[in-house]
């Protein structure tokens, strides 16, 4: 077990942790996909996520990539103080001090705390942040692409309807997820991951506590969405459709986005790509407001 400062002892991310850390996660201050409870534990298994948290009620979270530990930078009030706190849990160890998941402005605070670093954007993992209203309106010529793709839909689907994922339906959510599966084979190790972890908030609905739509034909769900609310920011974790239905990915899209925004909803983090050209592609045609940086930075010895 990875110790440091005599009493920090970091203990593996489970589901039976959402409650006790969704309300740290709200310390974030960026928009970051990885500050939610579906970006953080979706992902535990795959980068090997511990959790601490201090006596501050600060939340200090490590993963293991490649072998190598690496720090999220901790959320609490004193963000300058804590990471200290991990350079002091590193030295102890006699680990390097690195950070993943560093946003711009993060960045920013560790260029001015160290001398020497060694920075790497981590491409493949920046979010695409739009502003809520345009993907709400899918107004003006740049989006015409994505409402050809709508009205066909519509034409070809007029008794189509936009419903809630609630218990009475997971099932066939579930059922809609299996079939998805069998067409679309996950083989590489992200993939298999990304399944995994699905299938978990789905069976898991209540304890995530995310909020998901539903779009069916003549009884059959065709597309999904499912995400979290926080703040001004709607976040998507779980985006799947059948392709059979031309524009179903378009139609899940823009009948989420109106269905699932409130009035304080001002951005939507359609998080990653992952490396995806083709996700990257129609990430990109949605015409982000900006894509998040997420960098991992390593303190170098002076």
């Known amino acids: 077990m990875f110790t440091g400062e005599k009493d920090v002892n970091f203990t593996r991310l489970t589901l039976s942790d959402i409650e006790k850390v969704r309300p740290l996660l709200t310390k974030a201050t960026n928009r970051l996909c990885d500050n939610t409870v579906g970006g953080l534990f979706m992902w535990r298994d795959f980068f090997d996520s511990h959790y601490f948290i201090d006596e501050n009620q600060t939340l200090f979270i490590r993963h293991k990539v490649d072998g190598e530990y690496m ?84 034409r070809f689907y007029p008794g189509y309807s936009f419903n809630l994922i609630d218990g009475s339906n997971i099932k066939k959510i579930r059922d809609f997820l299996e079939e998805y599966y069998s067409k679309n084979i996950m083989e590489d190790a992200i993939g298999i991951e990304e399944k995994a972890k699905v299938f978990e908030v789905i069976d898991n609905y209540e304890r995530y506590g995310m909020v998901g739509g539903f779009i069916s034909v003549d009884d059959k769900v065709v597309s999904i969405s499912v995400g979290e609310i ?49 996700l990257r592609i129609s990430k990109m045609s949605y015409h982000p407001l900006r894509l998040l940086e997420k960098y991992t930075v390593k303190v170098l010895p002076t």
């Open 71 to 154: 720090f999220s930078i901790p959320l609490g009030k004193d963000i300058k103080k804590n990471i200290l706190k991990v350079d002091s849990m590193c030295k102890e160890k006699g680990v390097p001090l690195v950070f993943c998941i560093v946003s711009s402005d993060e960045l920013k605070i560790l260029q001015e705390m160290y001398g020497r670093l060694e920075i790497n954007p981590e491409r493949d993992w920046f979010d695409y942040l739009y502003e809520a209203r345009n993907i709400v309106s899918l107004s003006g010529r740049k989006y015409a692409g994505q409402r050809n793709h709508i009205n066909r839909f519509k």
């Open 230 to 278: 926080v703040y001004d920011t709607l976040f998507i974790h779980i985006e799947k459709a059948d392709t059979d239905y031309h524009g179903a990915y378009q139609m899940i899209v823009n009948e989420y986005a109106k269905n699932i925004s409130t009035p304080e909803t001002k951005y939507i983090n359609r998080e990653e790509d992952v490396g995806r050209e083709g």
